[in-house]
């Protein structure tokens, strides 16, 4: 939402994944990009019926090792590269690139990279999905390890809760010259606003308390990755 609103495309919206109640706004997730990366991490489509869907979300659950998705990408090398090159140069998003990114990397130019605390997403997952706050930490940490083995040439990376946030100014000013975007912070930011309404409250971006120990490292190599480089 926040790069459509920076002006990036997109593509066609009926491809996009439907929205729901928990994302009334849509996800902007392309249903072939969510397949794809699904079938490169557990072997099944995630929007192709019940069944599949089902098989998805538990081999998902497993978190396969990176061997497994190596592997799997390897076998479905044509079908990625035929799929980037179908994009035209679009943007494209999904959660999943976290695990899938190396498998695109040749058609990759830009890599963006939204953070969020992971009490927050541990905390979602429980509602959303009643998933134990354990194993949601699991999940956090296995897509955290994956983002902190990436070895791109150009990565950004955003703080969610800033751009949530009543003041999110200079999160957007360097998201915009990463991206070579030139305008005001003040149409950036209504630009934002008539897409993303924020809960206008101060976000605490500090380490989270009471997090497992895996968990507050990561986020601590996280929190330093992005200060290091995504607001340089």
């Known amino acids: 939402m926040t790069l459509d609103a920076l002006g990036m495309e997109f593509g066609d919206q009926d491809a996009f994944y ?8 849509g996800y902007f997730e392309r249903r072939d990009i969510i397949d794809l990366n699904s079938r490169i991490i557990t072997g099944f489509p995630r929007t192709k019926g019940r069944i599949a869907s089902t098989r998805s979300q538990m081999g998902y659950a497993l978190q396969p090792p990176r061997a497994s998705i190596d592997r799997r990408a390897e076998a479905l090398r044509n079908e990625i590269d035929r799929t ?16 899938t990114l190396p498998a695109w990397h040749p058609h990759v130019q830009d890599v963006v990279v939204s953070l969020r605390r992971p009490d927050q997403v541990a905390h979602s997952l429980k509602r959303r999905q009643r998933v134990p706050l354990w ?4 999940f956090w940490d296995y897509h955290a390890r994956s983002l902190l083995a990436l070895n791109h040439h150009r990565v950004h990376y955003v703080d969610f809760d800033v751009l949530a946030s009543e003041s999110p100014g200079n999160e957007l000013e360097g ?5 070579g975007v030139s305008a005001p912070t003040s149409d950036l930011t209504s630009a934002l606003r008539a897409r993303f309404v924020p809960d206008l409250k101060h976000f605490d971006t500090d380490i989270p308390v009471n997090l497992p120990r895996s968990t507050r490292q990561l ?10 480089t995504g607001r340089a």
């Open 219 to 228: 986020w601590e190599a996280l929190s330093a990755r992005r200060d290091s």
């Open 84 to 99: 980037a090159e179908g994009l035209g140069g679009i943007f494209v998003k999904d959660p999943r690139f976290a695990l």
């Open 175 to 179: 998201l915009a010259r990463f991206l």
């Open 135 to 138: 194993v949601s930490y699991r």
């Open 18 to 25: 439907a929205a729901d109640e928990w994302n009334e706004e």
